[in-house]
Antibody
C-alpha cells in the first residue's frame, strides 16, 4: 500500500531554516508528481508546491516563492522541502502528497500524516 | 479568504443526504477538474472524488461529485456517524498557476 512518511519538522526561530523529507513506498515514486501541502492549526489546507515526476517543472505558492525549494531523489524514493527565511505564518503541519498523475497538478490521491513546523522566537 | 467558497457547515440526521457546494471562477473550476477531500481529525486527508465525478478505489458510491460551470458539488447519501469530518474542494487555477482549496465544510451528523 502507498505510504508517505514525513520527517524533519521542529521548532525554529524566525529567519531560520528547516529541511523536510518525505519517504515514499508502495508505488513507483519516480513516475508521479508530488506536492507539499500545509495546514495551520484550526485552518484548512494550503497548497505549497508541486514537482513533476522528474523534477523538471515546479510550481510554488506565492507565499513561499523564493524562500522554499522542492526537490526529489527518485533513486531514494524521497521528496524534500528546503525552507529558508521562515516566518511565524509558516507554522503548520506539512504533508507530502502524491499526485494521481505525472506531469501536471491534478488530484492528490495519497497524503502523509505530516510533520509539524513551529516558527517562534 | 479562500479562492474557492464552501459553506462552513452542513448537517443532517443519520441516513439522510447532504450536499456541499464549492464555488469558484472560470480560471479554476471553470476550466479544470475538481477534487474533493475528507479530513478526519488526527488523520491524513483522503481523496474522495477526482476529475469532478470519479471515485477512487475503495470510496463507496454513497459519495458522488458533479460540476457545472464554475461550481462543483459533492453529495453524501445514507449519512453515517463516521462521515463526520471536514470536506475540502480543490482544483488548479490556470491564471495563478497554483492549486487552490476551498475553506472547508464541517459535516455534522445529528
Amino acid at each position: 500500500q502507498v505510504q508517505l512518511v514525513e520527517s524533519g519538522g521542529g521548532v525554529v526561530r524566525p529567519g531560520g531554516s528547516l529541511r523536510l523529507s518525505c519517504v515514499a513506498s508502495g508505488f513507483s515514486f519516480g513516475s508521479f508528481g508530488m506536492h507539499w501541502v500545509r495546514q495551520a492549526p484550526g485552518k484548512g489546507p494550503e497548497w505549497v508546491v508541486f514537482t513533476r515526476y522528474d523534477g523538471s517543472n515546479k510550481y510554488y505558492a506565492d507565499s513561499v516563492k523564493g524562500r522554499f525549494t522542492i526537490s526529489r531523489d527518485n533513486s531514494k524514493n524521497t521528496l524534500f522541502l528546503q525552507m529558508n527565511s521562515l516566518r511565524a505564518e509558516d507554522t503548520a503541519v506539512y504533508h507530502c502528497a502524491k499526485d494521481k498523475y505525472s506531469s501536471s497538478p491534478n488530484a492528490l490521491d495519497f497524503w502523509g500524516q505530516g510533520t509539524m513546523v513551529s516558527v517562534s522566537s | 479568504q479562500s479562492v474557492l467558497t464552501q459553506p462552513p457547515s452542513v448537517s443532517a440526521a443519520p441516513g439522510q443526504k447532504v450536499t456541499i457546494s464549492c464555488s469558484g471562477s472560470r480560471s479554476n473550476i471553470g476550466n479544470n477538474f475538481v477534487s474533493w477531500y475528507q479530513h478526519l481529525p488526527g488523520t491524513a486527508p483522503k481523496l474522495l472524488i477526482y476529475e469532478n465525478d470519479k471515485r477512487p478505489s475503495g470510496i463507496p458510491d454513497r459519495f458522488s461529485g458533479s460540476k457545472s460551470g464554475t461550481s462543483a458539488i459533492v453529495g453524501i447519501t445514507g449519512l453515517q456517524t463516521g462521515d463526520e469530518a471536514d470536506y475540502y474542494c480543490g482544483t488548479w487555477d490556470s491564471s495563478l498557476s497554483v492549486v487552490v482549496f476551498g475553506g472547508g465544510t464541517k459535516v455534522t451528523v445529528l
